[in-house]
C-alpha cells in the first residue's frame, strides 16, 4: 500500500462542473502538498497546508489531519484546468522531503 | 527573480554514455532537490542536497548515480553509463529553508531524459 493514495486516477468533465480530488495518507505529516502537472510537464505548487483549508481563486484545499485526508476542489472547471493533479507529503521524519501519490488525470470539456 | 531553471529540457543519450542534467535554484535558495518520474509512474524522491552537502540520498540508486551542489554553480545531477531503464522525466525543486522547516517548494520544468 502506498503511502499516499489519490482518488480518482482519471476525472472527466464538462466545463462548469464542481471537481473534487482525494488523497489519504498513512503516515504523520508536518505538511501536505498539492501540485498542478502541466500536459508540457512542468510542475506548479498549489497549497501547502498543515491543518483546516487555504482558497486560491477558484482553487479549495482543506486537509483532516485526525482522517488523514485531504481533498483538493475546483469551482467552476474550465477546460484550462486539465492537468494532473498531484498530492505529496511531509512525513514528520523526512523534513521537507516529499512522497507523492501518483497523481489525479483531469481532464475538462468544453 | 527567476524561478527554478533546469537545463537541458530535453537530453538523448545512447546507452553507455553519461548524462548531466543541471539545476539551478531560485535566487536565495540554498535547498535542492531532485525527483524523478519514470513513464507511466509518480514522481520518486532521489536526493537531497544543501550547498555543498548532501544531506539524504535514501532515494537515488547506489551505482552510477551521483549528484553534488557546489559553493559555485548549479546542482548537477549525473548518470553514468546509462540504460534504457533510465529513461524518465527528472525534475528539480527548490526552497529556501529546507529541513523541518516546510515551506513551499519552486519546481523546475524538468529534464526529459531519452536513452536510445
Known amino acids: 500500500k502506498n503511502e499516499v493514495e489519490q482518488s480518482p486516477q482519471n476525472l472527466t468533465a464538462q466545463e462548469g462542473e464542481f471537481i473534487t480530488i482525494n488523497c489519504s495518507y498513512s503516515?504523520?505529516?508536518?505538511?501536505l502538498h498539492w501540485l498542478q502537472q502541466h500536459p508540457g510537464g512542468g510542475i506548479v505548487s498549489l497549497f501547502m497546508?498543515?491543518?483546516g483549508k487555504k482558497k486560491h481563486g477558484r482553487l479549495i484545499a482543506t486537509i483532516n489531519i485526525q482522517e488523514k485526508h485531504s481533498s483538493l476542489h475546483i469551482t467552476a472547471s474550465h477546460p484550462r484546468d486539465s492537468a494532473v493533479y498531484i498530492c505529496?507529503?511531509?512525513?514528520?521524519?523526512?523534513?521537507?522531503?516529499?512522497?507523492f501519490g501518483e497523481g489525479t488525470q483531469l481532464t475538462v470539456n468544453p | 527573480n527567476a524561478g527554478v531553471m533546469q537545463n537541458p529540457r530535453h537530453l538523448v543519450r545512447r546507452r553507455g554514455q553519461e548524462a548531466r542534467l543541471r539545476c539551478s535554484p531560485m535566487?536565495?535558495?540554498?535547498?535542492v532537490y531532485w525527483y524523478r518520474q519514470l513513464p507511466e509512474e509518480g514522481l520518486k524522491f532521489m536526493v537531497y542536497?544543501?550547498?555543498?552537502?548532501?544531506?539524504?540520498e535514501s532515494g537515488m540508486p547506489k551505482e552510477r548515480f551521483s549528484a553534488e551542489f557546489p559553493k559555485e554553480g548549479p546542482s548537477i545531477l549525473r548518470i553514468q553509463q546509462v540504460v534504457r531503464g533510465d529513461s524518465a522525466a527528472y525534475f528539480c525543486?527548490?526552497?529556501?529553508?529546507?529541513?523541518?522547516?516546510?515551506?513551499?517548494?519552486?519546481f523546475g520544468s524538468g529534464t526529459q531524459l531519452s536513452v536510445l
Open positions: 525543486a527548490s526552497s529556501r529553508n529546507g529541513g523541518r522547516i516546510n515551506e513551499k517548494l519552486f
Open positions: 503516515v504523520g505529516i508536518s505538511a
Open positions: 497546508l498543515s491543518s
Open positions: 505529496a507529503v511531509s512525513a514528520e521524519t523526512s523534513g521537507s522531503r516529499l512522497t
Open positions: 535566487k536565495g535558495h540554498s535547498h
Open positions: 542536497l544543501q550547498k555543498e552537502n548532501i544531506i539524504d
